[in-house]
């Protein structure tokens, strides 16, 4: 089955500088992959996703990039700011959600 | 945040004692599902509903039990059998199985 791995599991950054989170998958089939920001005592909430027909998605400070060769993908904030401090899950899934996995987390701290 | 809810927020159970934790939403998903999370670990999916009355294992299903008579409840038991049941637990709903999922705000058991 599939397996996604996450990286970093802690990153702290400085207020206005960018964060990149990567996760590598397993299952080539993998065709859509979801990230996830969970705020300190608060449910997941979906931020962005890509599908397998796409190399790069936008959504203004957030962007994921996406690369099926080598099997993995990333999250990367621009311009960072206090409340983007939460952890960020990856997730690969074959387009049901009952096959997604889901990475271990970053636990990410914006310093103001 | 509204629209898929579980009760209660915290619950502390003694060992040898079966609990049941409550999901509902009113998004009028067809699906629903079950996760744990554990410090340091991915969502790990424990059972999934993809219609009334229909109900699947996931992954770590073992000492758990799900229903699902009505479309908009998706309770979890956690019976004595499951070995360490001290873990957040989150509930989610989609529309269907490949659509995005939402997420309740949680519970934590705590086996005392």
């Known amino acids: 089955g599939e397996n996604v791995e996450q990286h970093p599991s802690t990153l702290s950054v400085q207020e206005g500088d960018s964060a990149v989170i990567k996760c590598t998958y397993s299952?080539?089939?993998?065709?859509?992959f979801p990230w996830y920001k969970q705020e300190l005592g608060k449910r997941p909430q979906l931020i962005i996703d890509?599908?397998?027909?796409?190399g790069e998605k936008k959504d203004q400070r957030i962007a994921v990039t996406l690369n099926k060769t080598a099997k993995h993908f990333s999250l990367h904030i621009t311009e960072t700011q206090p409340e983007d401090s939460a952890v960020y899950f990856c997730?690969?899934?074959?387009?049901?959600?009952?096959?997604?996995?889901f990475g271990a987390g970053t636990r990410l701290t914006v310093k103001p | 945040d509204g629209g898929i809810t579980q009760s209660p927020k915290y619950l502390f159970r003694k060992e040898g004692q079966n609990v049941t934790l409550s999901c509902e939403q009113n998004?009028?998903?067809?699906?629903m599902y079950w996760y744990r999370q554990d410090p340091g670990q991915g969502l790990r999916l424990i059972y999934y509903?993809?219609?009334?009355?229909?109900?699947q294992k996931g992954d770590i299903a073992e000492g758990y039990s799900v229903s699902r008579e009505k479309k908009e409840s998706f309770p979890l038991t956690v019976t004595s059998a499951q070995k360490n049941p001290t873990a957040f637990y989150l509930c989610?709903?989609?529309?269907?199985?490949?659509?995005?999922?939402?997420f309740g705000p949680g519970t934590r058991l705590t086996v005392l």
């Open positions: 998004l009028n998903h067809d699906a």
């Open positions: 997730a690969a899934s074959l387009y049901n959600n009952n096959d997604m996995r």
């Open positions: 989610a709903s989609s529309i269907d199985r490949t659509n995005t999922q939402y």
């Open positions: 509903s993809q219609i009334v009355n229909d109900f």
């Open positions: 299952d080539s089939a993998s065709n859509y």
């Open positions: 890509i599908r397998s027909n796409v």
